[in-house]
């Protein structure tokens, strides 16, 4: 059981790191899997291009991104996963730029334009996302679904979760901030953010094929 956790946050130890660490420990603690973290921001990567020549009917170009860059062999070990753990915060309502970068040259080799429009990947890994925002957690409901259906259908069966309201800088008496609430959102960090990450570590948990560690 291979895990794979692709982060698109650019701060390796805040809200959306800690929950897709929290995930990938929860597919880590099924007995046999194996996996690793990368970091989105550590690379120097564009998104597609538009060369089209994953769409070559060359056996050697078709299904594959043609770009030669960090990103290749994050799409290789993505494809080739068990279990893909992907996170991101929600900026101006989306995933991040990098985040959105990298899946423009995951999902673009895995679909083709026949007309089953079927995907290409034929190992299905499991997909899991982490989201992370500032705004109450349904004003995505619709960014959520629409990710989640195509990794659903280009990758494999795919889940979420998410943490909102989340706690943005440590002092918020040192920012021009004043729409936020600082004693609430401490509040929320230290008591729902672990259960946010509980959720996001039975989540892994789960993808990676583990019972849930409630019921046992
Ligand atoms: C550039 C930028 C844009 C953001 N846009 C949104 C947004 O559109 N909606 C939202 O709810 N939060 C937004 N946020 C807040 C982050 O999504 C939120 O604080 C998230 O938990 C940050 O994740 P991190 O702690 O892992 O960096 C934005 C933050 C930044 C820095």
């Known amino acids: 059981m291979n895990v794979y956790a692709v982060s698109g946050a650019a701060n390796k130890s805040r809200n959306t790191a800690e929950m897709l660490k929290s995930a990938l420990e929860g597919a ?3 007995p046999g899997a194996t996996g690793e973290l990368v970091n989105l921001y550590d690379l120097s990567f564009r998104g597609c291009v538009g060369c089209h020549s994953c769409k070559l009917l060359d056996k ?4 594959k991104c043609a ?3 960090d990103l290749s062999p994050v799409l290789e ?5 068990d279990v893909l753990l992907l996170g991101s915060p929600i900026y101006f309502s989306n995933v991040t730029g990098e985040m959105r970068s ?3 040259r995951l999902f673009f080799p895995g679909l083709t334009y026949n007309k089953d429009r079927g995907t290409t990947y034929a190992k299905r ?3 899991g996302w982490v989201f992370t925002m500032n705004a109450p957690g349904e004003f995505y409901n619709e960014l959520y679904s629409s990710l989640a259906g195509m990794s659903g259908r280009i990758i494999g069966e795919t889940e979420y979760a998410i943490a909102f309201n989340t706690q943005q800088f440590d002092d ?7 729409s936020f609430d600082e004693e609430y959102v401490k509040k929320r960090h230290e008591e729902q953010f672990p259960l946010d990450c509980k959720a996001a570590y039975d989540m892994g948990r789960r993808l990676a094929g583990g019972e849930s560690e409630d019921e046992q």
Do not use: G, H, N
């Not at 050697?60 to 299904?63: E, L, P, V, Y």
């Not at 070990?77 to 996963?81: L, P, S, Y």
């Open 28 to 30: 880590l603690s099924v």
């Open 60 to 63: 050697d170009k078709f299904a």
């Open 67 to 69: 770009m030669r860059d």
């Open 77 to 81: 070990k993505a494809k080739e996963a």
């Open 102 to 104: 990298f899946l423009e």
């Open 125 to 127: 890994p499991k997909v």
């Open 172 to 178: 918020y008496s040192q920012y021009a901030a004043t």
